[in-house]
Structures are given as structure tokens and as C-alpha cells.
């Protein structure tokens, strides 16, 4: 068996420890003949978490086909696309883009809502007054 992991679970679980999470994912790793990960981040994770073996895990990063770039950049036009949640820092995004108050610009957050619904929360806009009049532009989700 080959396990692909995206993320450890120990990882992606960051507002509480889950001693029995972590247990079940090193029983099945362990257990692998192969792991394929989708970062060198998540390989040294999991090197450094679990007691494998560094020859059967191995990065396998996702990808698109290649599109042509406009001909000319669109200024101001940002988007972040992952799932929302703490570990991928879109907080971090939204809060450096507030302090462009005197810029035009548009973000829009691409991803799944329902990973960590508290944290959506947290990155909307207190109301689409507020989304405009902190900045010349917006936060979208």
C-alpha cells in the first residue's frame, strides 16, 4: 500500500492535539510501503514526526497546465487560493492588506469554507461598508 498525505493530520488539526489522530497516522504510515507528499515542507514533517524511513517517502507536487499570462498585468488584483484555514495564514494576507488603505486593490480568497468555519468567520468583514471604507479595495471569500 502507498499512501498519498497531503497534510498530516497532527498538522492540519491546529486548535487542539489529537494524541489518537496522530497515533492512527503513524500506525498506517508505518505500515506503508511508500509515501507520497505534495511538499518537501510535508516530507520533513513527516520525517520528523514519524520514525520512517527518508528512501519510501517521496514529493509529488500538484500542478496545472501551463495558460498564457495576460498580455497586460491587471494592477491590484490579488487571489490566494487553499483552503481557509489558520495553517495557511490568509489572517496574515488580510491583515497586510489592510494596511494598503490607500491603494486600489482587490483580494479574493479561493478555497473551502467549511474546513474551519471559526477562521472564515474571522477573515470576513465586519459588514460591506467596513470592506470598503478600511480600504480602497476589498477582502472576498
Known sequence: MTVLLHMPLAAAVDTHHDAGAERSERCVLRAAAGVVVTSEWTRRLVL?????????V???RPGV????APDQPVPGHLICVGVLSRHKGQDLL???LAGLADRDWHCLLAGSLDR???????????SPASATSAASGSAAS
Open 116 to 126: 474551519d468555519p471559526d477562521f472564515v468567520e474571522q477573515l470576513r468583514p465586519p
Open 65 to 68: 497546465d501551463r495558460v498564457a
Open 94 to 96: 488580510v491583515e497586510a
Open 48 to 56: 520528523t514526526r514519524y520514525p520512517i524511513q527518508a528512501h519510501r
Open 58 to 60: 517521496h514529493v509529488a
